[in-house]
């Protein structure tokens, strides 16, 4: 996820890699990579400012878009650094602002705020596809880990609603016809979405932050489950699963992580719903983190979710499928900001 303040200082993006080992910030000074087991700063790159950056698994290969010179803001160039080479090796240039970035082994994925555009990657990069999508300043777009074919992102519908379109890149390539499928996941805007590992299931989040749902990917894409966040509104800031697709943790403004169990969704407390004749299922457990700023959230092992905050603070918890969640480390990743390599 992004923010873009004016201050010096501030984080303006965090990203997990693909498989969670890492995560990436974007700081006013360039870029700073730390490694999540066991935690510790395991790169700096001297770029100046950056908006956005994302990592390729635990490869030399990193993603960046480099804030304007002027307003400091998102600029329209995506740069490719080799961190082994220790040279930049591609710049991509737009006619917008760039919001975000995703890479799988065989494709980039560039995000504008109405366009999502498909490259080769990383030998030959040429734009295989470009997509209009709906107003997408979040830069909300997944790409699936296990073979990078499965694309989902805002579908750019004429009427109001949180619509997912799911796009299969297999044969884009080779100007082969692709079969785009559509589904309304929310009745309220989109403001958070992941996959699965193996692409298999779709986790969303509408901006009203109340309810997480589970879609399938494949088929009609049906919705498998749903879990209760809360009964105010909340602005989601990450969805993510765990390895095995058991688990699901998701961070919010109200300085929460929840923990769902999918697998076996009877694990999750049931809460009341006002107005609602049925129960429906709440969340495993949760942990505090710092409530005014915006946190990513991810799994690090079969037991322990992990959370990086905006405001410089790493936790890591363990909990248990009887719903106990406790605190195993807390760290300050900006403190000390001096650069080291891998």
Request: proline share 4%.
């Amino acid at each position: 996820m992004n923010r873009y303040p004016r201050t010096t200082t501030d984080v303006l993006s965090l990203r997990f890699n693909q498989d969670s080992s890492c995560f990436i910030c974007a700081t006013s000074d360039g870029i700073r990579i730390f490694n999540v087991e066991p935690f510790a700063q395991k790169s700096f790159l001297d770029v100046g400012r950056v908006t956005y950056a994302e990592m390729l698994y635990r490869t030399n290969l990193i993603a960046y878009v480099p804030a304007d010179h002027v307003t400091g803001l998102p600029s329209n160039v995506v740069n490719v650094y080799d961190d082994e080479r220790k040279t930049h090796v591609l710049e991509l240039c737009f006619s917008l602002s760039v919001v975000s970035i995703r890479m799988s082994r065989t494709r980039l994925i560039v995000v504008l705020v109405s366009k999502v555009h498909i490259f080769s990657f990383p030998n030959q990069c040429r734009l295989l596809h470009t997509i209009e999508t709906r107003d997408n300043p979040r830069g909300l777009c997944e790409l699936s880990n296990n073979d990078g074919s499965l694309l989902v992102f805002p579908f750019n519908a004429k009427v109001k609603g949180g619509f997912v379109q799911f796009l299969n890149m297999n044969g884009i390539e080779n100007d082969m016809s692709y079969n785009p499928r559509i589904i309304q996941a929310h009745t309220s805007e989109l403001a958070a979405i992941a996959l699965n590992p193996m692409g298999t299931l779709l986790a969303t989040a509408s901006k009203r932050g109340t309810l997480i749902r589970v879609f399938s990917t494949t088929g009609l894409c049906e919705k498998l489950y749903e879990f209760r966040r809360g009964s105010d509104t909340a602005d989601i800031h990450s969805i993510a699963f765990s390895f095995d697709s058991s688990f699901l943790c998701v961070s919010s403004d109200k300085g929460t992580v929840h923990l769902y169990g999918i697998r076996d969704p009877k694990l999750n407390r049931m809460v009341s719903i006002q107005h609602a004749l049925n129960e429906a299922f709440g969340d495993l457990c949760s942990f505090k983190v710092a409530i005014e700023w915006p946190c990513i959230c991810a799994f690090s092992g079969p037991s322990h979710v992990v959370a990086a905050s905006f405001d410089g603070t790493f936790h890591k918890h363990i909990f248990t499928t009887d719903g106990k969640c406790n605190r195993e480390e807390f760290e300050l990743y900006l403190d000390g900001m001096d650069g080291c390599d891998f």
